[in-house]
T-cell receptor, first 113, second 114 residues
Framework: DAGVIQSPRHEVTEMGQEVTLRCKPI?????LFWYRQTMMRGLELLIY????????DSGMPEDRFSAKMPNASFSTLKIQPSEPRDSAVYFC???????????FGQGTRLTVV | GENVEQHPSTLSVQEGDSAVIKCTYS??????FPWYKQELGKRPQLIID?????GEKKDQRIAVTLNKTAKHFSLHITETQPEDSAVYFC?????????????FGSGTQLTVLP
């Protein structure tokens, strides 16, 4: 398996634009997590899914953020409209079960100018 | 929810010395404690984990100890090498309600000086 795959690796966008981050979890994993990493706040959980169903989105900062998981092999995190303070590295991770190793993707470095 | 505190935030050691990073957690029901290593510009990767039915686990130069009574767990790296330089994160799961996600500590930047 190629591991968790995220795209794009880097994204530079202008304030106000819509940004869509994509994630393909490891095949067979039933949990998918979206994290945001910044120097100031560290690794923050934004939302997670179990069997494609959103379980806890309390970490989503604002209504500008939304996430979907239409099937077991694909998830998106969308920011609309984007703001400079959204600049961060966004990681997707997946796991088999909730209390086992979470495998992280390579991350998407988002810069909003 | 879970509250995980990690110390120190930065740690510098001489090559060959030992490094210890400590974490405390708040949810007494937590039963799985992983440690992740994140090298500069890369993804976090699991290096060792421990479950609450054991007090210590060792893998070569890395060990983790768990004290459930005191609700703290520690990462020990012996005979440190320059390639151990990275940010290390502890984590603990929250089991309250439907939330079963990992909460990460704030990270420790370990620098091994040659």
């Amino acid at each position: 398996d190629a591991g968790v795959i995220q795209s794009p690796r880097h994204e530079v966008t202008e304030m106000g634009q819509e940004v869509t981050l994509r994630c393909k979890p490891i095949s067979g994993h039933d949990y998918l997590f979206w994290y945001r990493q910044t120097m100031m706040r560290g690794l923050e959980l934004l939302i997670y899914f179990n069997n494609n169903v959103p379980i806890d989105d309390s970490g989503m900062p604002e209504d500008r953020f939304s996430a979907k998981m239409p099937n077991a092999s694909f998830s998106t995190l969308k920011i609309q409209p984007s703001e400079p303070r959204d600049s961060a590295v966004y990681f997707c991770a997946s796991s088999l079960g909730s209390r086992t190793e979470a495998f992280f993707g390579q991350g998407t470095r988002l810069t909003v100018v | 929810g879970e509250n995980v505190e990690q110390h120190p935030s930065t740690l510098s050691v001489q090559e060959g010395d030992s490094a210890v990073i400590k974490c405390t957690y708040s949810d007494s029901a937590s039963n799985y404690f992983p440690w992740y290593k994140q090298e500069l510009g890369k993804r976090p990767q699991l290096i060792i984990d421990i479950r609450s039915n054991v007090g210590e686990k060792k893998d070569q130069r890395i060990a983790v100890t768990l004290n459930k009574t005191a609700k703290h767990f520690s990462l020990h790296i012996t005979e440190t090498q320059p390639e151990d330089s990275a940010v290390y994160f502890c984590a603990a799961p929250s089991s309250t309600g439907s939330a079963r996600q990992l909460t990460f500590g704030s990270g420790t930047q370990l620098t091994v000086l040659p």
